[in-house]
C-alpha cells in the first residue's frame, strides 16, 4: 500500500523455506472473520501509537495484535 497516511506496514512472518503460516492461517478464516481482522490491523497501521485493548507490547520493540473472534482464541 502507497498511502502517505500509513504509519505501519504489515509484514508476515516467514520461515527459512519460505513458508508464511500467519498468511496461509488468514486464508482459511470466513469472510467475516478476515474482515474483522483487516479493520483492525488497518486501525493499528492507520492510528499507531496506540495500546489496550488493541494493541499489547511484548517486549522491545515487538507488539501483538489482539484482536476477538467468536470461539477462537485471541
Known amino acids: 500500500m502507497n498511502d502517505p497516511n500509513l504509519i505501519l506496514q504489515v ?4 520461515s527459512e523455506l ?6 496461509e492461517w488468514l486464508k482459511s478464516l470466513s469472510p467475516n ?13 492507520f492510528g499507531w501509537l496506540m495500546g489496550m ?13 489482539r484482536i476477538s473472534l467468536d470461539n477462537k482464541i485471541d
Open 18 to 23: 519460505g513458508n508464511e503460516p500467519v498468511r
Open 53 to 65: 485493548p488493541l494493541v499489547k507490547k511484548l517486549v522491545a520493540n515487538l507488539w501483538e495484535v
Open 33 to 45: 472473520e478476515k474482515k474483522i481482522i483487516g479493520t483492525d490491523v488497518k486501525t493499528v497501521q
Open 11 to 14: 509484514v508476515f512472518y516467514k
